[in-house]
């Protein structure tokens, strides 16, 4: 499936003559048209249609949702229906004779379990799990390549037609920083000492599964509580504020008030249905958001805001000026660096790492000869790695466990990269069929990694905060981006949304800020109070999203979304930066110890 932009609908909606000025409205069709999977094309067509005969209605984000409640999901119903019948009615192919044939060898198998073979019978040996007799299951261990061999996943898989076409490989679509001249390679020294660890040390960091589905409304409404007492004590020393007033008490003067912005209803919030809930210490009460004598302003459900205004009946607060939360400082490292340290080159990936219509690995054996020819000193990869929205998982498919699948992807990536000697971090996605469906997510486990594999891998939770020779990254797999722009209302702030986003996450000190979080978002809230929280500023954040791939410094820290290495069928983008720490700072600023970065097409 080529990729769905909002300026792929805005262009398919002036053909048909339909406005739309609204980037809510745009917004609320390129979800639908990603969850759903249907080209831009297609959802204008059927919005067309469902438009012409209900006397042509407007395109407003209610009609939207109208639309998707009567056309969109009746339509994924109707292609379950399909594929079940499909599946049923297929007739027998050469990969169904091959399974009739498997089963019938298993069953022989069986027989001779059960009986003792004549002598000098030319049956096969009886096979176990731990003994397997294919030669072919043998051959598969002599190369990531053949680990990655599709047949081994799948009876039907074939090579990618649209991948192995795909055109500009290599070619380098962003740039930041001072990127002429720039040696992309690691150091000289094989995995020359770079010093990895989580921020917040093994014992206060998330390092196993936990249980949950056990919290308590009472307990989510502590942490949201916590949370704003916290970000209103940065705003009082900041702004130096003695207390605030409670938000529902009339008063005929001027008052400051500390809430969280939340939505008068279920539906997606407007400017006319912003609501501000304080915390218990300023009475716990909600209170109306008249925003019309702002001249700016950015809000989403969820934010923590400091308001200046008039509430002279306690029944609505007329805003007249919006304070943004106030960042965490950076991160100050007591080692003192050396001036002739060499730059150290991180590589990072966001998965999926196979085409929407293949269970082949290409993209990622790709992947691992760009790491092989660059040899950075660190590859930071993120999941998914078998992707939960891959079509032939979707459809049952695949001949393999999950976990078998997962198990050879990284066996192939940790050998395929040890002449390299990169360490290397792997953060698990909400999106991976085999982990736990959990938000924040425990990493993963490899028990079957050697002793020196292990030496070189990290596993980490998402999300996370690293500390990578004294220049900390913050990860996350999670596609806050797109979640936020979805929900995010603003007026008078410029266009760049994602820089308004990533601001937010600063300023909110959140690696997820949005409450109520989007239903694919399973979240554990005492959880996320520990350990989805940013416990300072990074250097480097690391946010793939599906939206597209650019990399900026919103407020000193550079933000970085290297899209995903496949994009439906055709290949997509990774990233690739070089970092010192800074020596000294310029003039009193601080010196952002990435040098150079770019995104670049796999």
Same mark, same amino acid.
């Given at each position: 499936?080529?990729?769905?932009?909002?300026?792929?609908?805005?262009?398919?909606?002036?053909?048909?003559?339909?406005?739309?000025?609204?980037?809510?409205?745009?917004?609320? %069709?390129?979800?639908?048209?990603?969850?759903?999977?249907?080209?831009?094309?297609?959802?204008?067509?059927?919005?067309?249609?469902?438009?012409?005969?209900?006397?042509?209605?407007?395109?407003?984000?209610?009609?939207?949702?109208?639309?998707?409640?009567?056309?969109?999901?009746?339509?994924?119903?109707?292609?379950?229906?399909?594929?079940?019948?499909?599946?049923?009615?297929? +007739?027998?192919?050469?990969?169904?004779?091959?399974? !009739?044939?498997?089963?019938?060898?298993?069953?022989?198998?069986?027989?001779?379990?059960?009986?003792?073979?004549?002598?000098?019978?030319?049956?096969?040996?009886?096979?176990?799990?731990?003994?397997?007799?294919?030669?072919?299951?043998?051959?598969?261990?002599?190369?990531?390549?053949?680990? !990655?061999?599709?047949?081994?996943?799948?009876?039907?898989?074939?090579?990618?037609?649209?991948?192995?076409?795909?055109? /500009?490989?290599?070619?380098? &679509?962003? $740039?930041?920083?001072?990127?002429?001249? $720039?040696?992309?390679?690691?150091?000289?020294?094989?995995?020359?000492?770079?010093?990895?660890?989580?921020?917040?040390?093994?014992?206060?960091?998330?390092?196993?599964?936990?249980?949950? %589905?056990?919290?308590?409304?009472?307990?989510?409404?502590?942490?949201?509580?916590?949370?704003?007492?916290?970000?209103?004590?940065?705003?009082?020393?900041?702004?130096?504020?003695?207390?605030?007033?409670?938000?529902?008490?009339?008063?005929?003067?001027?008052? +400051?008030? !500390?809430?969280?912005?939340?939505?008068?209803?279920?539906?997606?919030?407007? @400017?006319?249905?912003?609501?501000?809930?304080?915390?218990?210490?300023?009475?716990?009460?909600?209170?109306?958001?008249? !925003?019309?004598?702002?001249?700016?302003?950015?809000?989403?459900?969820?934010?923590? &805001? #400091? #308001?200046?205004? #008039?509430?002279?009946?306690?029944?609505?607060? #007329? @805003?007249?000026?919006?304070?943004?939360?106030?960042?965490?400082?950076?991160?100050?490292?007591?080692?003192?660096?050396? %001036?002739?340290?060499?730059?150290?080159?991180?590589?990072?990936?966001?998965?999926?790492? +196979?085409?929407?219509?293949?269970?082949?690995?290409?993209?990622?054996?790709?992947?691992?000869?760009?790491?092989?020819?660059?040899?950075?000193?660190?590859?930071?990869?993120?999941?998914?790695?078998?992707?939960?929205?891959?079509?032939?998982?979707?459809?049952?498919?695949?001949?393999?466990?999950?976990?078998?699948?997962?198990?050879?992807?990284?066996?192939?990536?940790?050998?395929? $990269?040890?002449?390299?000697?990169?360490?290397?971090?792997?953060?698990?996605?909400?999106?991976?069929?085999?982990?736990?469906?959990?938000?924040?997510?425990?990493?993963?486990?490899?028990?079957?990694?050697?002793?020196?594999?292990?030496?070189?891998?990290?596993?980490?939770?998402?999300?996370?905060?690293?500390?990578?020779?004294?220049?900390?990254?913050?990860?996350?797999?999670?596609?806050?981006?797109?979640?936020?722009?979805?929900?995010?209302?603003?007026?008078?702030? /410029?266009?760049?949304?994602?820089?308004?986003?990533?601001?937010?996450?600063?300023?909110?000190?959140?690696?997820?800020?949005?409450?109520?979080?989007?239903?694919?978002?399973?979240?554990?809230?005492?959880?996320?109070?520990?350990?989805?929280?940013?416990?300072?500023?990074?250097? &480097?954040?690391?946010?793939?999203?599906?939206?597209?791939?650019?990399?900026?410094?919103?407020? /000193?820290?550079?933000?970085?979304?290297?899209?995903?290495? $496949?994009?439906?069928?055709?290949?997509?983008?990774?990233?690739?930066?070089?970092?010192?720490?800074?020596? @000294?700072?310029?003039?009193?600023?601080?010196?952002?110890?990435?040098?150079? @970065?770019?995104?670049?097409?796999?």
């Amino acid at each position: 499936m080529a990729q769905v932009t909002g300026e792929s609908l805005k262009s398919e909606l002036d053909v048909f003559g339909i406005p739309c000025q609204d980037d809510s409205v745009l917004d609320k %069709m390129l979800e639908q048209c990603i969850c759903n999977r249907i080209q831009a094309y297609d959802m204008v067509l059927e919005w067309v249609a469902y438009s012409s005969t209900n006397n042509g209605l407007n395109l407003t984000l209610d009609t939207l949702e109208q639309f998707e409640h009567e056309v969109l999901n009746k339509r994924n119903k109707f292609k379950q229906v399909l594929r079940k019948e499909e599946t049923h009615n297929r +007739t027998r192919d050469i990969h169904t004779i091959q399974d !009739l044939i498997k089963v019938e060898e298993e069953e022989e198998n069986l027989l001779d379990a059960y009986s003792t073979p004549a002598k000098g019978s030319q049956k096969r040996a009886l096979t176990t799990p731990e003994n397997p007799h294919s030669k072919r299951s043998a051959a598969l261990l002599a190369s990531p390549g053949l680990l !990655l061999s599709p047949s081994s996943f799948s009876p039907s898989a074939t090579p990618s037609q649209k991948y192995s076409q795909r055109g /500009g490989k290599g070619e380098v &679509v962003v $740039t930041f920083g001072a990127v002429q001249g $720039t040696r992309w390679a690691g150091r000289k020294a094989l995995g020359a000492g770079v010093q990895l660890e989580l921020l917040e040390g093994p014992e206060d960091s998330l390092r196993c599964s936990y249980k949950y %589905m056990f919290q308590r409304l009472r307990d989510v409404r502590n942490v949201l509580t916590e949370k704003i007492e916290e970000l209103g004590d940065g705003f009082r020393s900041h702004f130096n504020i003695e207390e605030f007033s409670p938000v529902s008490l009339p008063a005929q003067d001027s008052i +400051t008030v !500390l809430g969280q912005v939340c939505c008068d209803s279920n539906g997606k919030l407007n @400017a006319h249905s912003v609501l501000l809930e304080a915390g218990p210490e300023q009475g716990g009460q909600q209170v109306p958001v008249d !925003l019309s004598e702002l001249k700016e302003y950015s809000l989403f459900p969820g934010q923590v &805001v #400091m #308001m200046e205004g #008039m509430n002279t009946t306690g029944r609505k607060l #007329m @805003a007249s000026k919006l304070y943004e939360g106030v960042p965490l400082p950076f991160y100050t490292s007591e080692v003192k660096t050396e %001036m002739d340290e060499e730059p150290m080159t991180v590589l990072v990936a966001c998965g999926p790492y +196979t085409p929407s219509d293949s269970l082949t690995f290409d993209p990622l054996l790709d992947l691992i000869s760009v790491i092989v020819r660059d040899r950075p000193d660190v590859c930071l990869l993120l999941g998914p790695f078998v992707d939960s929205r891959h079509e032939q998982i979707e459809k049952a498919q695949v001949t393999e466990t999950f976990d078998a699948i997962f198990s050879r992807c990284m066996e192939s990536i940790v050998d395929g $990269t040890k002449s390299v000697g990169c360490r290397l971090v792997f953060v698990p996605s909400q999106r991976d069929i085999h982990h736990h469906f959990i938000y924040p997510q425990p990493p993963f486990t490899l028990p079957n990694l050697s002793k020196d594999q292990a030496q070189r891998v990290t596993l980490v939770p998402d999300p996370c905060t690293l500390l990578i020779d004294g220049v900390t990254f913050g990860l996350t797999s999670t596609d806050i981006l797109f979640h936020m722009g979805a929900e995010e209302i603003s007026c008078g702030t /410029g266009s760049d949304r994602f820089s308004r986003i990533l601001k937010h996450m600063l300023t909110q000190r959140s690696y997820y800020p949005l409450y109520p979080p989007v239903e694919e978002v399973n979240m554990d809230y005492e959880k996320f109070q520990s350990f989805g929280q940013m416990p300072l500023t990074p250097d &480097v954040l690391i946010i793939p999203s599906e939206l597209r791939y650019f990399v900026k410094d919103v407020i /000193g820290c550079v933000c970085v979304n290297p899209g995903r290495l $496949t994009k439906g069928q055709v290949g997509g983008t990774y990233s690739r930066l070089l970092i010192q720490r800074s020596a @000294a700072s310029d003039n009193g600023r601080r010196v952002s110890p990435c040098l150079a @970065a770019q995104v670049v097409k796999i």
